[in-house]
């Protein structure tokens, strides 16, 4: 079976893969600080609750944006899966297409999985959508290649913002408003961040579409992409494990090139 690693800014999830179905996932916050040991201990309890052990482990990957839990991650994976991890950014990875891009060293680990997931499940030309810690829009092209994109902050990132800059404005967090004109503080920081984002990302939505000058399916994915759906019609998928499922498509591809 496959560990599959996803350490983002904000959260690191682990999948366990057994061919290509998911057999379990879980979710920790990204902390610099945790050891390889400390990891061992957390996902072995977790493993056991699903019936499983390292020993039914055989095969590794990581995807990270965060390069100082890299080491620990890998040294997790060498000591208690007695594995050598893939990681997603090697330039030996096989990940289809080539990137379309001035400097495609540049592009985030998880990108790529992204990439590689909604070329898979999707024709043609897809924009995906991705709400983590910023709000990543890609472009992937009819033949799987990211071609370019967009980055904003993302919608949290954007409320700490507030309260840290603000001396008045309290730490909220992130909720739909059901009317745009808020009648406290609270409430008017909410619709501000939660109908600005829809804006922002319905707006750069259309201008990618018309810049492109083709069709485009449009994919969400991450934490908040449910948050934001019922109010972005142009959305025609909310994928939550496109990440992870990127890992998977991603070790089986180069596994087999092997």
């Known amino acids: 079976m496959l560990l599959a690693i996803d350490a983002g800014n904000t959260n690191i999830v682990f999948a366990i893969y057994d061919d290509q179905t998911k057999r379990a996932q879980w979710r920790a916050v990204t902390q610099v600080s945790r050891t390889a040991d400390e990891y061992a201990v957390w996902l072995s309890q977790l493993l056991a609750l699903e019936g499983l052990s390292f020993s039914d482990l055989d095969a590794a990957i990581i995807a990270t ?21 893939m990681r997603v950014g090697d330039p030996v990875l096989d990940l289809g297409a080539k990137p379309d891009v001035d400097r495609p060293e540049t592009i985030g680990a998880d990108r790529l999985c992204n990439t590689v997931a909604a070329h898979a499940r999707y024709p043609g030309a897809v924009i995906v959508v991705d709400f983590g810690t910023a709000t990543n829009f890609d472009i992937v092209s009819d033949e799987g290649a990211f071609c370019g994109s967009v980055i904003a902050p993302g919608a949290n990132l954007s409320l700490e913002a507030l309260h840290q800059a603000a001396a008045l404005l309290p730490r909220v967090a992130i909720a739909r408003a059901h009317k745009v004109i808020g009648r406290d503080t609270v409430t008017s920081m909410q619709s501000g961040v939660y109908w600005g984002y829809v804006g922002l990302i319905g707006g750069l ?12 399916t449009v994919v969400a994915t991450g934490g908040l992409s449910h948050l934001f759906r019922p109010d972005l019609p142009m959305i025609d998928h909310v994928d939550p494990d496109l990440t992870m499922r990127g890992l998977m498509l991603i070790h089986a591809r180069n596994v087999k090139r092997a």
């Open 65 to 85: 944006v965060v390069p100082a839990v890299l080491f620990d991650l890998r040294d997790m994976c060498r000591k208690y899966v007695k594995v050598e991890p």
């Open 205 to 216: 939505i259309e201008r990618i579409r018309t810049e492109y000058g083709q069709p485009m």
